[in-house]
């Protein structure tokens, strides 16, 4: 069925390390993914994203991999910073409806100092 | 810089009452959408308009109803609130054929007593 799932609900991480935030989804026919990352008290804000024909793309500190053969799809931070933390959505964009994009439960990113 | 505004932060309300939640946009969007959060279950889709006096239902619009009156106005409707409909909402806009990439607001949390 259409989902979009996390593999953790939580993450901690140790300032300056590395962070990686995985996600599985289950629509073959999607074909644009996209990271959003949640402050507490805010809305969710774009953090990049990717189309189905491109298995990773960068951005500020952010890497997005993905993997169609097992439909995954994974968040890297690198030097994670205090500001990281944060709750992070992965979100696939699927053609059964007009512009419609599901949301996965979220991963809750914690750093350490 | 793009703002999506939600007119309240915190609303409590009682049983059977009708509730307006207001979003207003300053970005001139033509999609405008509601979502509600819950823990672990992510961001799911209430409704959503494409354009001005036009509407569409999401993946969960029991119990809702939405207004477009104005291009940069949606207001969510709950007709006889419920405490189930105890939730973080949150309302969000893009370009036309973006939906993909989402700007939100800050969130309205409702507790229904």
């Known amino acids: 069925g259409e989902s979009v799932g996390l593999h953790l609900p939580t993450l901690s991480v140790q300032e300056g390390d590395n962070s990686i935030i995985n996600c599985a989804y289950s629509n073959s026919a999607s074909d644009y993914f996209i990271w959003y990352k949640q402050e507490s008290g805010k809305g969710p804000q774009f953090i990049i994203d990717i189309r189905s024909n491109m298995d990773k793309r960068q951005g500020q500190r952010v890497t997005v991999l993905l993997n169609k053969t097992v439909k995954h799809l994974s968040l890297q931070i690198a030097a994670t910073q205090p500001g990281d933390s944060a709750v992070y959505f992965c979100a696939e964009n699927t053609k059964t409806s007009y512009d419609k994009v599901i949301f996965g439960p979220g991963t809750s990113l914690s750093v350490i100092p | 810089d793009v703002k999506v505004t939600q007119s309240s932060r915190y609303l409590v309300k009682r049983t059977g009452e009708k509730v307006f939640l207001e979003c207003v946009q300053d970005?001139?969007?033509?999609?405008m959408f509601w979502y509600r959060q819950d823990p672990g279950l992510g961001l799911r889709l209430i409704y959503f308009s494409y354009d001005v006096k036009m509407k569409e239902k999401g993946d969960i619009p029991e119990g809702y109803s939405v207004s477009r009156e104005k291009k940069e106005r949606f207001s969510l409707i709950l007709e006889s609130a419920s405490t189930n409909q105890t939730s973080m909402y949150l309302c969000?806009?893009?370009?036309?054929?973006?939906?993909?990439?989402?700007?939100f607001g800050s969130g309205t949390q409702l507790s229904v007593l």
């Open positions: 970005m001139d969007h033509e999609n």
């Open positions: 969000a806009s893009s370009l036309p054929r973006t939906a993909e990439k989402l700007f």
